[in-house]
């Protein structure tokens, strides 16, 4: 299910302007939003998801307007949508919950309700937890039943926000690759500003500042706008003071720092074979990117 969006503004009262007409458009499969806290990101995310209304701009998800009424019914028929701080009764199990979710949504039939979330109890890997309640599951485990209750309708959009924050590394790992294989016959469109997952997940991205797109393109394509412009220095004197420091190791008896910079940061630096996070910070580190 594609995503056309052009010219999306939204000034909130108050006058902040989180979205400065973007430009973006999105192809089925997973899909990665990054940017830095603030960016726009879950201004967008709630535009998309009809919760919000632009200021300005048009939204076409699998061809239907999100500001017209009739497309926003349309659109919420066919989305799933995990927000950044989805709440949960605590005293719930995971069970009664996805049944309490299943009704609001308008799954009437308890039949087909039960076999749903049994389904989708196993998508998650929860099915042995799934009469336990909520109150004791982990931060990975939640999560895991947020997608499930953003996958009760069967979306062939399906929307995260944020969704690794906070997660210890097995969990974040096996979040994502359960994202990955959501993605398979469906648009994921994943927020976040972890480069990490990005890197470990999408082919397609875009970049968010300022609530513009300052990149939009393939991974690799990003990954290659620091190349010739990583280096590492091994030094047990002082840290590089050109460019970004993107690690510091100890080294022996001293240290030996990952940078990115236009020029060599020091005459003993090495060149090195850049990262997406190196990428992500040639990008941003060029003073205010341009929109593209
Ligand atoms: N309800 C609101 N009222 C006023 N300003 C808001 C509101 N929600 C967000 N903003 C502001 O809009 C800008 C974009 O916020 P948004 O939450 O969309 O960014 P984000 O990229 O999702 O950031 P984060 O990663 O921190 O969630 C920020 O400056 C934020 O303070």
């Known amino acids: 299910m594609r995503i056309e969006i052009s010219g999306l503004t939204k000034t909130y009262r108050g006058g902040v302007r989180a979205l400065d007409g973007l430009d973006l458009d999105v192809p089925t499969g997973m899909y990665g939003l990054l ?14 998801a009809g919760l919000l209304k632009p200021t300005s701009g048009t939204v076409l998800v699998g061809g239907h307007d999100v500001t017209a009424p009739g497309g926003r019914l349309a659109v919420q028929r066919t989305l799933g949508y995990l927000p950044q701080d989805l709440g949960v009764y605590p005293d719930l199990t995971a069970r009664r919950f996805l ?14 309700r039960r076999r749903r979330i049994g389904e989708l109890l196993e998508t998650v890997a929860l099915t042995e937890d799934a009469d336990r309640r909520l109150g004791g599951f ?58 990490e997952d990005v890197a470990q ?17 393939g991974v690799e394509e990003l990954v290659s706008r620091a190349r010739g412009q990583v280096w590492t220095v091994t030094t047990p004197g002082p840290a590089p003071s050109a460019g970004r420091i993107v690690s510091a190791v100890p080294d022996g008896a001293g240290m030996r720092y990952r940078v990115v910079a236009a020029v060599p940061p020091d005459p003993s630096a090495r060149p090195a074979e850049p990262s997406l996070e190196d990428g992500y910070l040639a990008l941003m580190g060029a003073g205010r990117p341009a929109a593209v």
């Open 35 to 48: 940017g830095s806290n603030g960016a726009g990101k879950t201004t967008l995310m709630r535009i998309l």
């Open 201 to 217: 997940t999408c082919r397609s991205i875009a970049v968010l500042a300022e609530g513009r797109a300052v990149f939009r393109g």
């Open 138 to 195: 982990s931060g990975g485990m939640l999560r895991r039943v947020g997608i499930a209750q953003a996958l009760l309708a069967d979306p062939r959009l399906l929307i995260v926000d944020e969704p690794t924050t906070g997660l210890d590394p097995e969990e974040r790992i096996r979040f994502r690759t359960l994202l990955s294989r959501l993605a398979g016959d469906r648009t994921v469109l994943l927020s976040t500003h972890i480069v």
């Open 99 to 112: 049944d309490y979710i299943a009704l609001l949504k308008g799954l009437d039939s308890r039949s087909a």
